[in-house]
């Protein structure tokens, strides 16, 4: 990667993710785009650290930590921005640089908004039929979205649905169409990735937090959520979503769906192929499906339908593919929607 291809992914960053929705993390990001020392750092390290949420996460846990106090304040200040957060940010990387690099190193992104329920539960109710149905969600981190029947979904007037004294409660907009709002017949919930994190470990639930944009009201939504994943434990996989899976599949009898959710970005585009690949042979005597929440252009395949035009960060596809006996018999896209889970636009 070249400089100018840094400062470009961070610009787009900036504009297409941030505006509308996290004003810190637009500042920030601005002021990253202009600092020639940051982006020499930044190429000197491994491929992954040059992802914009790990720098920003990384500071964030520094900040958790408290370790960065003057920092500090302008995370606290929900409403905006305090004047000179970027610089300050900049600033502040550069000094800490070498307590940096082992978090930037060791960690990778690891978001698992629990918010994402409120767009997996309409898709998985469209996608799993009656019969009894194990669920394999990859790249699941701490499991967060494992948690679902354990959360609060309130649709506004179409609905809700889990307990209504749960800690977690998530508020979804339905923005167009008629989502299914009703539990889907999952028996078995079964979470694998490279490198789960147990909600239980202070390190690891700080990570999550600090992966979490701190402006954007989700903080106290992902301690509550870390709580209930502690209270309830999720089956948690370590392995690879190309190189593991193949034999999770194999250990499991009956229907499965595999849900990625903003997992599939981060790998490489002779991976996402292998990933699929593995998914078609997993079907043969079997249907499995894939419920897939990612960016647009991720997932091949899925039919092209334009976005609602909706202010703020940029609205992600939610696809459903069907794999039986080895093809490929359907694809869809059931919908757009917020990354965070803050609203969704149905289709089918």
Not at 40 to 56: C, E
Not at 159 to 181: K, M, N, W
Not at 188 to 212: E, F, H, K, S, V
Request: with cysteine; glycine share 8%; hydrophobic share 40%.
């Amino acid at each position: 990667m070249k400089k100018r291809e840094l400062v470009a992914w961070w610009r787009w960053f900036s504009e297409s993710e941030c505006r509308g929705y996290s004003p810190l993390y637009e500042s920030i990001s601005n002021a990253i785009c202009a600092s020639d020392e940051l982006h020499d750092r930044l190429l000197a390290r491994s491929n992954h650290v040059r992802q914009p949420n790990m720098l920003l996460a990384a500071m964030h846990d520094l900040v958790l930590r408290g370790e960065a106090p003057e920092l500090a304040a302008h995370y606290n200040s929900p409403a905006s921005p305090l004047a000179g957060a970027g610089d300050l940010f900049v600033e502040t990387a550069l000094h800490r640089w070498d307590e940096l690099v082992p978090v930037l190193e060791a960690r990778r992104t690891q978001t698992n908004e629990v918010g994402r329920v409120s767009v997996l539960a309409p898709a998985l109710a469209a996608v799993v039929a009656d019969e009894p149905t194990t669920l394999i969600d990859v790249g699941t981190s701490a499991g967060l979205t494992l948690t679902l029947p354990h959360c609060r979904i309130d649709y506004g007037d179409r609905g809700t649905l889990g307990p209504a004294d749960s800690p977690v409660c998530v508020d979804c907009e339905i923005l167009g169409g008629d989502p299914p709002i009703r539990p889907a017949a999952i028996t078995r919930r079964i979470g694998l990735d490279r490198r789960p994190l147990d909600p239980n470990d202070p390190a690891d639930a700080r990570w999550l937090l600090a992966c979490t944009w701190p402006d954007t009201g989700r903080l106290e939504r992902t301690r509550a959520a870390l709580d209930l994943a502690a209270a309830h434990p999720s089956e948690l996989r370590t392995g690879d979503a190309v190189t593991d899976l193949p034999a999770l599949l194999a250990e499991l009898e009956g229907p499965i769906v595999v849900t990625t959710t903003w997992a599939l970005a981060y790998l490489p585009d002779h991976a996402r192929a292998a990933f699929v690949n593995v998914l078609s042979a997993g079907s043969v005597g079997r249907p499995l499906r894939w419920v897939s929440c990612e960016a647009p252009g991720v997932v091949d395949g899925l039919p092209e339908i334009d976005p609602p035009d909706v202010e703020g960060i940029s609205a992600s596809v939610v696809g459903s593919t069907v794999f039986r006996d080895g093809i490929i018999t359907e694809r869809r896209a059931l919908g757009h929607a917020h990354p965070h889970g803050h609203w969704i636009w149905w289709h089918q």
